[in-house]
């Protein structure tokens, strides 16, 4: 190589030095993320480029969101780049005495990156980018709506309590009813048969005159047997009514958001190859490929399970040998994921084959005995392996069918 180029970013700027082929530091500056110090970083390369016929190597940690306008500044204008994980990046620069500043940094990786062989970051498709942005929000929104479910639920014991036994209380039939009658008092103010027409009228699903009735009669029960712990006119009744109307807005936002995720990965083949593993449907294929990105990028299953951080970590010091674990240093979104996958495949084996859930099986037998989260991360390891041999070569899943076995292509 004749130069590097390295950049340590922050916060709406970079600073960067430039190491010639003798390892010596040639320029060093600090520029701001904006058209006029990018189109100066153009022309630096450019000139590097053209005076020694060759790209200088472009090296810079992957900080969030804030070295993304540079990694949009690298794909537009073309030119290869390495995109260095942080902690890789300490582990190759770190020292026995070390000061930590933005300028020390951008010389440290620039010096590492001599001694160091490290991988070009292969740009993916805006795709992946945009299933991964929906599908972090997806989480957020999964996470909100945890939380609001407790509030309500906690509410709901003081307002209330016998109604939680009476409907499912994830249901919209249940959140409906509770903003209509957050307190037994406002139940006992109407007859029979305009509660069982307000059940009627605040559920989607088909519900008989007499299902109605019966919960009527029910609800009518519960609140001439309930004991509240606040009035009808405390404040716990509006938090009861605006919390179930927020758990029916975000259950509502979660199922756009799976839509629109779903929109875009029917562009992709790998999506269709996910849909034929038994135990995966619309929801988990479109997560996993917003988790994982491009499979193809990966030339074994093994690079897929460190990405997941399911690989096994181990340490032994003379005669001490810890026990086997995983590393989970990978993307923790994706191995939840991974374990949702597997304990639905365990949990629907009995509507279709899965070698996956044969493995757990054998594996919870003797002379294995695994415990359970062993067998499931074990699984977890097979599944990723099955994803990546089918993708790689463009198979649909079929149990008959060893993952190595050579099949016809789809």
Do not use: W
């Amino acid at each position: 190589m004749k130069h590097v180029i390295a950049f340590d970013v922050s916060m709406g700027k970079s600073y960067i030095v430039v190491y010639n082929a003798l390892k010596t530091c040639i320029t060093e500056k600090e520029i701001q993320h904006t058209r006029e110090d990018f189109a100066a970083l153009k022309l630096l390369i450019d000139d590097l480029t053209a005076g020694y016929d060759e790209v200088p190597h472009l090296v810079f940690e992957s900080t969030g969101v804030y070295s993304r306008q540079l990694e949009r500044f690298m794909q537009e204008n073309s030119y290869p780049y390495y995109l260095m994980n942080p902690l890789e990046a300490k582990l190759q620069s770190d020292r026995l005495r070390n000061h930590k500043t933005d300028r020390v940094d951008a010389h440290q990786l620039a010096s590492s990156h001599f001694q160091n062989e490290r991988r070009l970051e292969t740009p993916s498709s805006d795709v992946y980018r945009q299933l991964k942005k929906m599908s972090r929000h997806y989480i957020d929104l999964d996470d909100e709506l945890t939380v609001i479910r407790g509030r309500l639920h906690a509410e709901m014991q003081l307002t209330f309590p016998e109604l939680t036994g009476l409907f499912t209380t994830k249901s919209d039939l249940f959140l409906r009813l509770v903003q209509l009658f957050p307190h037994p008092e406002l139940v006992l103010g109407h007859s029979k048969t305009v509660i069982k027409n307000q059940i009627l009228a605040n559920t989607e699903k088909r519900m008989s005159a007499k299902k109605a009735e019966e919960k009527a009669i029910q609800l009518l029960d519960a609140a001439s047997n309930s004991y509240p712990a606040v009035k009808v006119d405390d404040l716990a009744c509006e938090l009861v009514r605006l919390y179930a109307k927020r758990f029916q807005e975000l259950v509502l936002l979660k199922e756009a958001c799976i839509e629109k995720m779903t929109a875009l990965a029917t562009s992709l083949d790998e999506y269709a190859v996910l849909l034929s593993i038994p135990g995966i449907g619309e929801n988990t294929a479109v997560r996993l490929l917003a988790e994982i990105g491009d499979i193809q990028r990966f030339e074994n299953h093994k690079q897929m399970n460190a990405f997941a951080g399911i690989d096994i970590r181990r340490y032994q010091s003379g005669k001490f040998l810890a026990k086997d674990r995983i590393n989970k240093r990978g993307n923790k979104h994706l191995r939840k994921l991974l374990y949702i996958i597997i304990m639905n495949m365990i949990k629907q084996q009995r509507f279709s084959q899965n070698h996956l859930v044969d493995y757990y099986q054998k594996l919870k037998k003797q002379p294995y005995n695994k415990c359970h989260k062993v067998a499931v991360v074990a699984c977890m390891n097979k599944l990723l392996k099955t994803i990546h041999h089918l993708v790689t070569h463009q198979l649909r899943y079929d149990y008959r069918l060893s993952p190595c076995t050579v099949a016809p292509k789809v």
